[in-house]
Antibody, heavy 118, light 110 residues
Framework: EVQLVESGGGLVKPGGSLRLSCAASGFTFSLYHMNWVRQAPGKGLEWLSSTDTSGGDIHYAASVRGRFTISRDNARNSLFLQMNSLRAEDTAVYYC???????????WGQGILVTVSS | QSVLTQPPSVSGTPGQSVTISCSGSSSNIGSNNVLWYQHLPGTAPKPLIYRNYQRPSGVPDRFSGSKSGTSASLAISGLRSEDEADYYCAAWDDSLGGRLFGGGTKLTVL
């Protein structure tokens, strides 16, 4: 069974940093592109970042470029999102999502809440 | 305001059909595949449509997707109460170099 489990969320002050992790199981993690998506309170889904299988081809949304860094460790079946210079508007539920060969996000984690507040 | 424009809400009664539109531009819908997702609050989003009109296994044929030019649509026939959810279109944008989601459409089954 494919499982994606996010961790590392919580409360952080504006300007602070947080590192999210996504533990993958039930599939060959190294064969799939992976993504981070978030949903702010009362808002829609927002794609944040993607990485190819090796971490060599990475893309970011303009809203997080230069502040967030996506990475992966295929040996540990894990995806990461390093979030720096956090702002109140980064408050959201963060999801990791697997991308299949047809560019569909076919499996998602349950999400982890990040709250940026003083 | 999202680059992919969806109506904020649609509604219908059980058994009826509804259509959710998604309007984009030549750099996203006009040149890339459209995907659709269903999202119930508190749960993980679920893929409904990929490559504009194809359904993953397990998705009922009551859900259908289409695309024409820079617009796409998701049609849901035979509405059921369990269809009440938020629906999002998505596409890659060549100009932005990233994925886009539409603003989302809340479907209410009256």
């Amino acid at each position: 069974e494919v499982q994606l489990v996010e961790s590392g969320g919580g409360l952080v002050k504006p300007g602070g940093s947080l590192r999210l992790s996504c533990a993958a199981s039930g599939f060959t993690f190294s064969l799939y592109h992976m993504n981070w998506v978030r949903q702010a309170p009362g808002k829609g889904l927002e794609w944040l970042s993607s990485t190819d299988t090796s971490g060599g081809d990475i893309h970011y949304a303009a809203s997080v470029r230069g502040r967030f860094t996506i990475s992966r460790d295929n040996a540990r079946n894990s995806l990461f999102l390093q979030m720096n210079s956090l702002r109140a508007e980064d408050t959201a539920v963060y999801y990791c999502a697997r991308e299949d060969r047809l560019q569909s996000f076919d499996f998602w984690g349950q999400g982890i809440l990040v709250t940026v507040s003083s | 305001q999202s680059v992919l424009t969806q109506p904020p809400s649609v509604s219908g009664t059980p058994g009826q059909s509804v259509t959710i539109s998604c309007s984009g531009s030549s750099s996203n819908i006009g040149s890339n595949n459209v995907l659709w997702y269903q999202h119930l609050p508190g749960t993980a989003p679920k893929p409904l449509i990929y490559r504009n009109y194809q359904r993953p296994s397990g998705v009922p044929d009551r859900f259908s997707g289409s695309k024409s030019g820079t617009s796409a649509s998701l049609a849901i026939s035979g509405l059921r109460s369990e269809d009440e959810a938020d629906y999002y279109c998505a596409a890659w944008d060549d100009s932005l170099g990233g994925r886009l989601f539409g603003g989302g459409t809340k479907l209410t089954v009256l």
